[in-house]
């Protein structure tokens, strides 16, 4: 007998202020999707309430009004609910490196129930469908985005939230360039003849991104156009590092070089708690580094998104590791995690014959 779904119920007080988003990277691509604001809202509801480390408890409910906040409405009627519900459950592609030059067709949710209570709020509840459960649990070998709820439920543009996952996701370079075209096609307004002009593209949407951005999340940001003669070719960004920043990054760079300044501290970041705080002090990263230093590249995960860069592979090599602790931690607690971790880690340096 298949073992019944369970279900989580209620969100609490205060969601926005509790929840944590972990998006992986392949749902992270969905922003080339025609989703809407309020769709994308509510898959980020999903992913904070579940447990990304129990496929069995893949089904969430919404109630008590939370549906309307995430649409961000007072009241919303049958129709527009079915006809969201209906476009969130669509087949959506999603890019799959294992297939030459191809992706998968897939539906996020195999499942919504709704009911409507006597006031007239919705209860909603949602289920994953079987073949998204990889892209929404165990997602470590996958890489993940990972960011407070409460930094997205606010936003009311579309263009703001893309652009927001778009600068958590490129964190770990501080500043840089994007072309001009690909940051219209990453906001999906380049055949839109208002924003051909830069002038009007940066005084209608990006300036009113950026002071979105900067009054309703955490993420502090600044932006200047990049100059060839008079034509503006692109866009440099730099996003400030703060100390208490809620936002942590998870997701494996991608075709790009490092140019981070403190190996250790990158590093670091990969093997962080469920609050995003890392779990190990500099002194032990450091231990872990010494070690890390000698195994074979040959141990290391491949990334053809990161071109195989050695500090992302290490990266990569270090949250993997991390992740099998935690699932063993879980069915046997360990009592000394430092010396577990590298115990893990030597046995990489005798290798099969």
Request: aromatic letters at 12%; hydrophobic letters at 35%.
């Amino acid at each position: 007998m298949a073992k019944k779904k369970e279900e989580i119920i209620g969100i609490g007080k205060n969601p926005a202020d509790q929840l944590t988003v972990q998006k992986s990277w392949p749902l992270y691509d969905l922003w080339r999707s025609d989703l809407t604001l309020g769709e994308f809202k509510i898959l980020d509801v999903y992913l904070s309430r579940i447990d990304s480390h129990k496929p069995e408890k893949c089904t969430v409910t919404l109630d008590k009004g939370e549906i309307e906040s995430c649409l961000g409405v007072k009241k919303i009627n049958m129709p527009d609910l079915e006809r969201r519900l209906l476009h969130l459950g669509q087949g959506i592609k999603i890019p799959d490196p294992s297939l030459n030059n191809g992706f998968q067709i897939i539906w996020l949710f195999e499942e919504a129930r709704c009911e409507q209570d006597q006031y007239g709020q919705w209860k909603v509840t949602l289920s994953c469908s079987k073949k998204a459960l990889n892209y929404f649990f165990n997602i470590e070998d996958l890489g993940y985005l990972r960011y407070k709820l409460r930094c997205v439920s606010s936003l009311k543009s579309r263009y703001s939230y893309i652009l927001f996952l778009y600068l958590e996701a490129n964190r770990f370079r501080k500043c840089w360039e994007v072309p001009l075209d690909e940051l219209k096609e990453l906001l999906n307004c380049q055949h839109e003849e208002t924003y051909q002009q830069f002038k009007r593209f940066n005084d209608r949407l990006l300036k009113r991104c950026y002071h979105e951005i900067l009054e309703k999340t955490e993420c502090k940001f600044a932006y200047q156009p990049v100059r060839r003669g008079r034509t503006v070719i692109g866009v440099r960004f730099e996003v400030e590092t703060l100390k208490d920043q809620a936002t942590a990054f998870y997701l494996y760079p991608h075709g790009a070089e490092s140019d981070f300044d403190d190996e250790i501290s990158f590093l670091q970041e990969a093997c962080a708690q469920n609050d995003g705080t890392p779990e190990f002090s500099r002194i032990e990263m450091e231990e872990i580094f010494a070690v890390l230093a000698t195994l074979p590249e040959s141990v290391l995960p491949n990334l053809d998104f990161a071109c195989n860069n050695l500090e992302f592979r290490r990266y990569h090599y270090l949250i993997e590791k991390y992740a099998r602790m935690n699932r063993v931690d879980q069915q046997k607690k360990i009592k000394n995690r430092l010396s577990y971790f590298i115990k893990m880690m030597k046995a990489d340096r005798i290798l099969p014959i």
